[in-house]
């Protein structure tokens, strides 16, 4: 009896430990949509806008709750609760805009990938 629930006891420790892997993807499956799908359209928002002004992109992240294209800095934060970095002209996309952010292990998620 008691080496059925040892048994028991390590099954589950391995599927509880399994599922933190299960849902370290999902927040990285999270920050990839944003970066190349939310965060973009937020900008692109912006850059309506902007033209007028003759910018073409805007000059930080900030500026999107400034002028009220965002609505909550919460909106502007990956999955693991800071804020989504931007550079303009970027690094990797010398012609427009870098967007990340980097998971806790330090893998950088871009919209250059």
């Not at 944003?34 to 806008?49: D, Q």
């Amino acid at each position: 009896m008691l080496i059925v629930l040892a048994l028991i006891g390590l099954v589950a420790t391995l599927a509880i430990g399994n599922l933190g892997g299960l849902f370290g993807k999902g927040k990285e499956s999270i920050a990839q949509t944003w970066v190349e799908s939310t965060g973009p359209g937020y900008i692109n928002t912006w850059s309506t806008f902007g033209l007028a002004a003759g910018k073409t992109y805007p000059s930080s992240l900030q500026q999107l709750l400034t002028d009220k294209v965002v609505t909550s800095e919460k909106k502007l934060k990956d999955p693991w609760g800071k804020m989504y970095q931007y550079k303009v002209p970027g690094t990797h996309n010398a012609e427009s805009y870098d967007l990340w952010t980097a998971t806790p292990e330090g893998k950088q998620i871009g919209n250059w990938d």
